[in-house]
């Protein structure tokens, strides 16, 4: 059974080495030093005097780390705290779709950097509500072997809808089987060979759709969930999901789809500090 | 060897027990720490009303130490009927209710608004050391007010047994003991944190715990749970059951404490270190010990300590009654 090393339960300070404005309400901040994060990983991080939270890890090369997070409030100039969650997994050369909805952005930009240098091919699927609260497109088109794939609410860019509708829609084409499909009005370029495998991040409703769909094509998919964090080493409890007992900081947060379908809280609630249920 | 421990006429598959504030929140919860091996799970402690914890950072820790300052956050009663109530439906192992409160007389509400649940123990939270802001200094601190405490409980209970959780933050928890066992405690959960402690962040140079200050455990608190189980045994003359616990890792840290006089071991900060399977981990090793030692009875293990010094003509040292003894 997994527990996280004892050197990451402590925070570490760390100097912003910059920040960058995204859209009205979202900023990325860099920090100089490397947390040894892998896709998919979170960490605590810590505004010293104000709170404490997980945040999913949109970058880390070795030499910087970054994360990108609704800014709200003063931030401090010192943040930290590590944790370690569960990996996400792929095989070199699969063709992966990426689902990412509103900041999910962030964490699927560092898995797609990472996949393309295993020589992945990848279908990006960006949604928001509107074009203003679209992240990280630039990113995202500048990697090789990447198709983008936008979707907005109001329609003020790319296709008008979710971009689960917009997955559906590929993979309806897609998963016939069949290389060299022609392509699908509405859904930009890429090879149409089948898609081995999703993962997606993004507000749960959004997941839970893509659950749906991918269990209804037989695709694996990965699911990075959410939940309220005290200790994010796997002894509070706060973040464990019914009916299966597993805690998301330690056993999660990417969750296999086989696992996500027996979680019965999935898409339906969530707990907060007090242990108390919210409906979605 | 059959590791099954009955006291008060319940009977635990082990003496291993989740210990109140870990994995306590909900039923599923439960449900996999019993998966893991406990022999028994203890829910976090429950409150008359809604009551909110502190802000993160709750729980940090070290190879050496865990502070904690997450405030006893809890829902209420409705939340624990639903939680308890799912749990005793298919119930795998025997819960403890641990209960708390601001007051003598809500104490007895609360166990009033947690006794229909039916649960096998309540364990009575006297000495939580993170909302001395809140409510001042826990009532484990004074004789009086933890003997009142038990009374107030103890005349709500019915035939459910009345555990009190005792401080070691005290002079003489041999004589907070006496005063609750006098007042009608059926057992005693021995210990909870210690201190409180504080840890400071460099750079930023603030606490690191929201709180400032929180309960310290981890391995390093085993010897002050030890010495504070054994001053409990003497002083009630080891007629009252003890769940002993603190700093507990491994089987051999169990039967120690067990030597010392608990019937059954608390397992809390460890979960963190050895993973949620700690349980059935100290399961084995307890196993191994005691084949190896040639023990065949798990119960012959509590208050052996006590035992082997009258044995050998040793007065069993008699716990301090007020303030530390000084060696020089």
């Known amino acids: 059974m997994s527990s996280i090393p004892l050197q990451s339960r402590l925070p570490k300070t760390y100097k912003i080495k910059a920040i960058k404005q995204e859209t009205e309400m979202v900023r990325t901040y860099t920090f100089d030093g490397s947390l040894g994060a892998r896709p998919g990983q979170f960490v605590m991080v810590w505004l010293p005097g104000i709170d404490e939270k997980p945040f999913s890890v949109a970058f880390d090369n070795g030499a910087e780390t970054k994360i990108t997070f609704f800014a709200v409030g003063p931030m401090s100039e010192e943040f930290a705290r590590c944790s370690v969650g ?32 295993h020589g992945c091919t990848l279908e990006v699927f960006v949604g928001a509500r509107s074009k203003e609260h679209l992240l990280y497109l630039k990113e995202l088109e500048s990697l090789p072997h990447v198709s983008l794939h936008v979707a907005t609410n109001d329609g003020s860019m790319g296709f008008k809808g979710f971009n689960v509708q917009h997955l559906g829609k ?17 859904v930009k370029g890429g090879d149409l060979d089948p898609i081995d495998q999703v993962f997606a991040c993004g507000p749960e409703m959004m997941l839970k759709a893509v659950s749906e769909l991918t269990a209804k094509y037989k695709i694996p998919s990965q699911l990075s969930l959410e939940r309220y964090m005290k200790c994010g080493y796997g002894i509070c409890g706060n973040c464990v999901v019914d009916p299966l007992g597993i805690r998301l900081c330690t056993e999660g947060p990417v969750v296999k789809n086989d696992a996500c379908v027996k979680i019965e809280e999935f898409g339906k609630y969530h707990r907060d500090a007090l242990g108390k249920k919210h409906a979605f | 060897m059959n590791l099954s421990q009955t006291l008060l006429g319940v009977t635990f598959g082990n003496p291993t027990i989740l210990a109140s504030g870990i994995m306590g929140i909900t039923a599923s919860s439960w449900r996999l720490v019993t998966q893991n091996g406990a022999g028994g799970i203890t829910t976090k402690s429950l409150w008359l009303k809604e009551h909110k914890g502190h802000k993160n950072p709750t729980i940090i820790s070290t190879e050496h130490w865990t502070l904690n300052a997450v405030g006893v956050p809890d829902a209420g009663p409705e939340k624990a009927h639903e939680e308890i ?11 403890i209710a641990n209960i708390i409160a601001e007051s003598v007389e809500n104490f007895a509400a609360t166990a009033e608004a947690i006794l229909p649940l039916q649960p096998d123990f309540l364990e009575v939270n006297i000495s ?20 009142a405490v038990t009374r107030a409980v103890k005349k709500v209970s019915g035939k459910t047994p009345v ?31 210690v201190g409180p402690g504080m840890a400071i962040d460099l750079r930023s140079r603030m606490p690191i715990l929201a709180n400032k200050v929180g309960g310290l455990s981890g391995p390093g608190i085993k010897p002050i749970a030890v010495k504070c189980v054994a001053d409990v045994y003497s002083a009630t003359k080891g007629k009252l059951p003890i769940i002993g616990t603190g700093g507990i890792y491994t089987g051999e840290d169990a039967i120690e404490i067990m030597l010392a006089g608990a ?48 044995q050998r003509n040793t007065p069993t040292r008699k716990p301090s009654r007020s303030g530390q003894s000084r060696t020089s």
């Open chain 1, 86 to 117: 569960d990996l996400v997994e792929w095989k070199a050369g699969q063709h992966i779709a990426l689902v990412a909805g509103g900041y999910g952005a962030a964490p699927m930009y560092f898995v797609a950097a990472e996949t393309v240098h």
């Open chain 1, 170 to 186: 590929m993979l309806e084409v897609c998963q016939r089987g069949s290389k060299g499909n022609k392509g699908l009005k509405g």
């Open chain 2, 85 to 95: 109530g799912s749990f005793m439906k298919n119930k795998p192992v025997p819960l």
């Open chain 2, 128 to 147: 939580c050391p993170n909302v001395e802001d809140e409510f001042g200094k826990p009532f484990a601190c004074s004789a009086p007010a933890a003997a």
């Open chain 2, 163 to 193: 555990f009190i959780k005792l401080s070691p933050n005290v002079d003489s928890i041999a004589a907070i003991a006496e005063a609750c066992a006098s007042a009608g405690a059926d057992g005693f959960t021995v210990i909870n944190t």
């Open chain 2, 263 to 310: 019937s059954l071991v608390g397992i809390g900060t460890a979960v963190g270190d050895r993973g949620i399977d700690v349980f059935a981990k100290i399961c084995d090793e307890m196993q191994l010990w005691c084949t190896n030692e040639g023990v065949d009875e798990i119960g012959s293990l509590v208050g052996g300590m006590h035992r082997e010094l009258s």
